[in-house]
């Protein structure tokens, strides 16, 4: 693959990240409204005491969403400044991982959240380890290229 080539596919995952960054972060803070909204009324499936869990799971993908929303804009900006040893598979997997722990690691609280059994969150929140997994796998491919190893 040419210099120039190669420069291209990084310029075209970079502008794929921050259209993925902004966009979800708009969406994770217009769930922070809504979160917000909830609690201003008093609304008692967010509120009431029995679903203080249903309330931690939802808070926490709204946090998680909006952090991975700006890891996908760092990612994006480091692409452009990373070192050309920083091969094309190793990019292109970082990419998929950082992709996939923004959509499993909040999706797993909130619908952890959407069903609460006795307290415990429900079935969703096991989407939760392989996202933190993709996240972790992500962040240590990202560090690797970017110190062009």
């Given at each position: 693959m040419s210099k120039k080539s190669k420069v291209r596919e990084g310029d075209d995952l970079a502008a794929r990240h921050l259209r993925i960054g902004w966009w979800s972060l708009l969406l994770f803070l217009f769930l922070g409204v809504v979160l917000e909204t909830l609690h201003g009324f008093k609304v008692g499936f967010y509120l009431d005491v029995s679903n203080e869990?249903?309330?931690?799971?939802?808070?926490?993908?709204?946090?998680?969403?909006?952090?991975?929303?700006?890891?996908?804009?760092?990612?994006?900006?480091?692409?452009k400044y990373?070192?050309?040893?920083?091969?094309?598979?190793?990019?292109?997997?970082?990419?998929?991982?950082?992709?996939?722990?923004l959509v499993l690691l909040p999706l797993g609280f909130f619908a952890g959240g959407l069903v609460i059994h006795g307290g415990?969150?429900?079935l969703g929140i096991l989407l939760v380890p392989p996202g933190g997994i993709a996240l972790f796998a992500a962040v240590f491919l990202t560090a690797r290229g970017v110190s062009g190893r």
């Open positions: 869990t249903r309330r931690l799971m939802w808070t926490l993908a709204h946090a998680h969403g909006a952090l991975l929303s700006l890891v996908h804009i760092a990612f994006a900006v480091s692409l990373a070192p050309e040893s920083w091969n094309d598979d190793g990019r292109t997997l970082a990419s998929r991982l950082h992709t996939a722990a415990d969150p429900g």
